[in-house]
């Protein structure tokens, strides 16, 4: 029975330290990843890209002569096709046209349809392939595994919970099991300039400025969990070492 708790408690510990750092992070992935907070970024770096590399004032009288008469233009985009409205290009002035393209370009990377999986879009080859990084399949996929993680994280505090005896032990394991994962984040951080090279998408985003504004949103999370697992700590002291947990309204 000895064997059997402590195995319990090692499988909870690592289950709910492990996957309550990956529900936060998922958090911050799957709000960042939203269509109204991803699309000003791109469409900012997309923007600034373009305007090094094009000529707006061709580009607006290619776009307007192909207007003619016609209610859509299309602008090519590696092997797609972007498709505009005249209507916006009438009224528009060439200084707001690289808005609109990169607006447009953004809407068809974000809600293109993808003929495989999120990790099988991954694993392709082709740097074209990672754009799923920044698509609406890509935050669908986040979703359904931040619920995952949250059930294990569940489930390790539930193995801990029936493997401990005393209250000081259950603080004591909590608590250095919380403040693992808040400490975490420090570790993430400081990693990032490291592991993440700046530039692994076949368009001029700075990924590291993604992360860290990913960690950024993030950090009262892991700084709250970190304050409630060193509290756990400081109080399993000040608790006898044999006080039992009630379980099933028996003592043991």
Known sequence: M??????????GGFLLSTFLT???LMIGLVDFTSYSNLKPFVTETLA???????DVNEMYDTLTKNCINQEFT???LGTSQ?????????????TNLLKLVSASVFDFIYYRAYDCNFL??????????????ISQHANNFLKSIQYIFWILAGIGAVMMYFSIDTRQ??????GINLTFSGASYFIFTYLIKFLIPQQILPINIDVVAIVNSVFGKLSDYFMIILFVGVLLIISSYL??????????GKKK
């Open 2 to 11: 000895a064997i059997l708790k402590s195995f319990g408690r090692f499988l």
């Open 48 to 54: 600034s890209a373009l305007s090094q590399q094009v």
């Open 74 to 76: 299309n602008l090519q």
């Open 239 to 248: 608790i006898k070492p044999t006080t039992a947990i009630k379980k099933s």
């Open 22 to 24: 990956l529900s936060i």
């Open 169 to 174: 032990h259950m603080l004591r394991t909590f």
């Open 82 to 94: 972007i498709k505009l409205k005249c209507s916006d290009l009438e009224s528009l002035q060439t």
């Open 120 to 133: 099988e879009c991954l694993a392709k080859p082709g740097t074209e392939n990672l754009l799923v990084l």
